[in-house]
DNA sequence: TATATATTTCCAGTACTATGGAATTATATA
DNA sequence: TATATAATTCCATAGTACTGGAAATATATA
């Protein structure tokens, strides 16, 4: 993942409705969750949450599945991965007097650190 | 982490520019970057750095130390620990099928799911 | 066709954010 | 004290985002 598009979609979840919207579906599974469950979920007015969706999609964190009057939305957990690793990236590869990852991360290291 | 200051942190991580910064210091290490170091790396006018760097500072991803007259930025990489595993909380825990979430994610899913 | 359900698009006001030059503060040294 | 270095604060402009009611679209059913 480049920087541009990792920023992208770090900021549509650096907002507190869709941050959650985006929760409720990585809870929620492979599946997807209608847009009128996640209404009922959060309490968001129709249009607002259709204006926060959209954002999600736009930057391909979310994808949508129509069936017939309901429309599913699909987290796409390949892209949250992605920036995950994004941000693990390089952990303290120019670090001068190199104290593996184990001094600099308290609790798993291989996760927050891939240091290849 | 709660979800307010999650989304504090991933909306400031969400700006290419703050985003390099951070970046920059996760790459650096645990002993932190001279401000002055990130302005000659990322060619950033001084007056945005400061402005960026103390939003990073704001949502707590990043301290500062100053040694005579360096401003030395430190990651919080404690901070960037907890914003990875709020966005991997929960994962699928309402999932109806049950599929495990081997199924749900290609690549190390102790890393996106813990599903506890 | 008429009606109900599910969701989106339109709109416009308010508020926040980004930018960078100039002036300022903090610290060190001659 | 005068000067240099390191970084910040001030300021104003321009752009972008958030919100939610009302109207519109898509689909199903009577």
Redesign the interface.
Known sequence: MD??S???????????TR??IF?YL??????GVPVGEIQAALNVPGSTLSHHINRLVKVGLVKQRRESRTLYCVPQ??A??G??GF???????????E?GCD??????CD??CDNT
Chains 1, 2 share one sequence.
């Not at 941000?87 to 007097?97: F, G, K, T």
């Not at 001094?103 to 798993?108: A, G, I, P, R, T």
């Open positions: 920087l541009a990792a920023a992208d979609k770090l900021a549509e979840l650096g907002h507190t941050l959650s929760r990585v809870k929620g599974g492979t599946q957990y390949d949250l991965i920036l995950i941000l693990q990236e390089e952990c303290c590869a120019n670090q001068a007097d104290p001094d600099v991360l308290s609790q798993d996760t927050a």
